[in-house]
């Protein structure tokens, strides 16, 4: 069957990625330590794992910080797999695998350069395709490495983390592994994470140690669309929003941890989270299915192009092929009538004299929503309560 690849909205989406995979927090922690917590038969959520777990993905943009962090800390072996991109093969992921006690560490990187076109391919199965393929050869460098190196998956603890395109791809590879049921324990902490999969049993109680954070205000974790039927396997725990108990207060507290840690001011959406759910209502009504974005066409200037045309030359230019169409581009998309609400809010708080400029790019409420750091001031601002809460009972 002909390859789909995903829709406008990822595809634009995509501007979120690209800047999110250039710049990482380089702040330090006193100790690494992850592991798979449980209260008798249950998973227990830990909010220490999920800091550390943060604090890893923030770093897993320099091969060379991230080796010396864990090295620091009591991990040997470290390697690295498809993380310089020798191979020019978009349908992968970037990973650490990294080991200490018991416990197999895997982290995920999120995007790089010609993964940008893996985050548009959604396929035509029950999984996002591309994620899905950079599943596979994480699989497969987690079964070679644990043979390499002895490992008894039996007496063995597996955890994964990652963010963004890492997150999804560490939330479907983490699931595969429980379906084997090969390792002792799986677990998973995710941040920002897509959708991934259209599988009903995703939220069934086998993959209750599979935990994903997203935050209301970030586009990224609520595409592919879930009027497509598409989710995430586990559990997701949403960050605050406007209709969180006492939420004006953990606002604010979140924002001063941000600025605190940043030395800048949150760029946010004027509603909130409301305007997200706004783009995302508009899309479902846009496209009720997949297919109105492979076979609808739109008019740009002279010419006729689908969306997946559309969808591909955003690839090219998040991919760093011909930067210099970057601003061209968005600035013609705004224009096109079909296009121009996303367009507006993907650049939303910046003027069009500036959709040029990379920097600006980078502080526009859409990125600043989706970087690592406002998940750490969320995080530094929550107390363990407010995830205990929200972990399913099953």
């Known amino acids: 069957m002909k390859k789909r690849f995903i829709s406008l909205f ?83 992921a970037g990973l650490v695998l990294a ?38 050869l994480v699989i497969k460098n987690i079964e070679d490495y644990s043979a390499r190196h002895s490992l008894d998956p039996k007496n063995t603890t597996l955890f994964l983390t990652g963010h963004s395109r890492g997150a999804a791809v560490a939330n479907l590879t983490a699931a595969r592994f429980i379906d084997k049921k090969g390792f002792k324990d799986i677990s998973a902490y995710t941040f920002a ?23 209301p205000q970030d586009f990224i974790c609520y595409i592919p669309l879930p ?25 604010n507290n979140m924002k001063k941890s941000y600025r605190a840690d940043t030395a800048s001011e949150l760029k946010d959406f004027p509603h909130k989270s409301k305007d997200v759910e706004s783009i995302i209502s508009y899309l479902s009504i846009l496209a009720p299915t997949p297919e109105d974005y492979y076979e609808k066409e739109i008019a740009v200037g ?3 192009l689908t969306m997946q045309d559309y969808m591909m030359k955003l690839a090219a230019v998040m991919s760093g092929e011909n930067p210099l169409l ?55 601002t929550l107390e363990e309560g407010y995830f205990s809460a929200r972990i399913n009972n099953y």
């Open 99 to 136: 080991f200490k006690g018991e416990t197999l560490l895997a982290v995920i990187r999120g995007t790089k350069d010609e993964e940008w076109y893996s985050n548009f391919y959604i396929g035509d199965g029950s999984e996002h395709a591309g994620f899905s393929k950079a599943a596979d």
């Open 10 to 92: 990822i595809a634009t989406a995509a501007i979120i990625s690209a800047c999110c995979g250039i710049f990482y927090v380089q702040n330090q922690a006193t100790e690494t330590a992850v592991y798979t917590e449980k209260d008798g038969e249950s998973f227990s959520f830990s909010l220490d794992i999920a800091k550390k777990s943060l604090r890893l993905c923030s770093l897993a943009g320099y091969a060379a910080s991230i080796s010396a962090r864990l090295e620091n800390v009591g991990f040997c072996d470290v390697e690295f797999f498809q993380y310089e991109n020798m191979n020019k093969s978009d349908n992968k």
């Open 302 to 304: 002279g010419f006729r």
């Open 326 to 380: 970057h601003g061209l581009f968005m600035l013609s998309c705004k224009a096109i009538p079909e296009v121009c609400p996303i367009t507006e809010f993907v650049f939303s708080g910046i003027k069009e004299s500036q959709i040029m400029s990379d920097p600006t790019l980078t502080k526009t409420p859409v990125v600043v929503n989706h970087m690592h750091e406002a998940y750490f001031a969320w995080l530094n």
């Open 193 to 215: 994470c897509p959708n991934t999969t259209m599988l009903e049993k995703a939220q069934s109680k086998d993959y209750e140690s599979i935990i994903n954070i997203i935050n």
């Open 227 to 251: 009027q497509w039927g598409y989710t995430r396997y586990g559990q997701s725990i949403e960050l605050p929003d406007f209709d969180t108990d006492n939420f004006d207060t953990l606002y």
